[in-house]
């Protein structure tokens, strides 16, 4: 990492052990002319030294686990800002940690490609009961059995209390205390990659939580000249913002380097607001990237953004940033306003299969054209970049959690609509993500929740999530984030994957994981997709081993639909509404004749998926 502001800076942020047994502590905090230690068991004070660019420094000699606090100038005592733990929390003093004797065993992992992942989003605190990094280790064999490759971990960084989605983080480099801390954090990642999984951290660069956060004390991490949707904006672009962006940058490095995670999930990247002429993600992305060559290992940026811009994928000698893919939001609203026939709020903007094909073709659906929703232009062309550049899926911790009552899909369309969503996500050619428990079709929502210290800042919550639904219509009462009921009702019930249908559903999943890996789909040579109606479409690949059809049906009829350009003998590999998946019909003939004058008939939101049978 290139120094900024002087030969200080060498060092790294936070506390740090040195090989001669000291602790070397580093800290930017330009707002105070003086900074001293609080050891707190020694109750004893120590000054640091004033260096170059309003950082202040220090060595010491100190055991691991020591808790200690940063007195600024005026008496004010604050944690570290790049904390390695917080084990009281939010308000509480930092811990040193020290990560070098961790006994890790993947020394050769080199973990998986995106053309051939499949990600799958859980929240810590409520995919198990003991809602720890732990006990998330003996759930590991069964998502390896499922197909999964890629787990993508929901925010851990210090928030304030033991309930929260993890967007109100404050202590970006440490572990959450409640879900286990540092220790517990790498015993995961270890034991995921022994199984052979890759594991992706959800990261926030565009904003902190409100409470507990005292990054202002230090030094200009905000500024007023943007607004986001959580309040000041990230400073990356005005004075002093060098500083900002190495702390952001160096927490990107730290998860990568320190824990072992392959992959980082940027959140909200729309809300991260940078006119300079080098913006802050194609700087974490060179970072990365030699971080990266260093290590001898890939590590991939994945963004989620609501601006459709492929400038954040292109490569940089073409204007853009580097990322390595970004969340499709398109092919989700698209494929859920066919499902559940909403249309409204921005699910306003997707009507008809028409958005899905495009979707399905570029990568997403708007790329300049008028959104009635936003009442502008949106978006910009896709065209050009590889499939592994989107990644698409049915559901997600916001589609789900975002609405008034977090219900799933399960709960809101048919058995027969579940199997069809499962297919057109998995058998996409895009990067799938799977939300925890779509897999065997969990009935528990996943509401948002909280557990803040401030009155203020609780009630202020409570008002607000109702205001957020207004665009939607939606009549259901918001359950209260605040109430630990809420957090309860959000829990997994893993056991109803015994029961039926969920393990047929759950079968059917690893049947479609199966398929697009033996089939390669995510490496595909080519596709086409072709709206045959308003409800239907077909999705076609071509390779040099084979040529596949998937004809998909979001109609409530049974369609019979001519598609003779696939004229020949076709082999079934799956028929989503077959008696062998619990469904209404008869299962399928081992072949196939396709001709101009033979229709195929799919029943109501079901798909038919075929392999060509190659002439001898």
Partial sequence: MPPHGGADNLARLGANPLPDGRWEFLVWAPRSASVSIRICDAKELIPMHGGTGGYHHAAL????????????????ELPDPASRFQPEGVHGPSQLVDTRNFPWTD????????????????????????????????????????????????????????????????????????????ESLRRFVNAAHSLGLSVALDVVYNHLGPEGNYLSAFGPYFTDRYRTPWGQAVN????????????????????????H??????????????????????????SVSELSARLGRPLYLIAE??????????????????????????????????????????????????PLAKSLEHGWFYQGQFSKFRKRRHGNSPDGLSPDRFVVCSQNHDQVGNRAAGDRLATLVGFEALKLAAGITLLSPFVPLLFMGE???????????????????VEAVRRGRPAEFSAFGWKEAVPDPQDEKTFRRSHLNPELKSKEPHRTLYNFYQE???????????????????EVSDRVLLLSYESQESQLACLFNFSEFPVESNISDLEGNWKPLIYSASRRWNGPEADPTPAIEISADKEIRVSPYSFFMFEQIQSS
């Fill in 61 to 76: 000699n100190l055991d691991p686990g020591t808790k200690y606090l940063y007195r600024l100038e005026g008496g004010r």
């Fill in 107 to 182: 020394q050769g992992w080199r973990g998986h490609a995106l053309p051939d992942s499949i990600f799958y989003e859980l929240h810590v605190g409520t995919y198990t009961q003991e809602g720890t990094f732990g006990a998330l280790i003996s759930r590991l064999p069964a998502l390896v059995e499922l197909g999964i490759t890629t787990l993508e971990l929901m925010p851990v960084a210090q928030f304030p209390g033991e309930r929260n989605w993890g967007y109100d983080g404050v202590y970006t480099f440490a572990p959450q205390n409640s879900y286990g801390g540092p």
């Fill in 236 to 259: 990356f672009d005005g004075e002093y913002s060098d500083e900002v962006r190495r702390f952001f940058i160096e927490n990107a490095r730290y998860w990568l380097e320190e824990y």
């Fill in 261 to 286: 995670f392959d992959a980082l999930r940027l959140d909200a990247v729309h809300g991260i607001f940078d006119f300079s002429a080098r913006h802050f993600l194609a700087e974490l992305k060179s």
């Fill in 305 to 354: 953004s609501d601006l459709n811009d492929a400038r954040l994928l292109h490569d940089p000698a073409l204007g853009g940033y580097g990322l390595d893919s970004q969340w499709s939001d398109d092919f989700h609203h698209s494929l859920h306003t066919l499902l559940t026939g909403e249309d409204r709020g921005y699910y306003s903007d997707f009507r008809g299969i028409t």
């Fill in 439 to 457: 897999e065997y079709g969990e009935s528990a929502p996943f509401q948002y929740f909280t557990s803040h210290g401030d009155p203020g800042l």
């Fill in 512 to 530: 479609l994981v199966r398929v697009r890996r033996e089939l390669k789909l995510g490496r595909a040579a080519s596709r086409t997709v072709r």
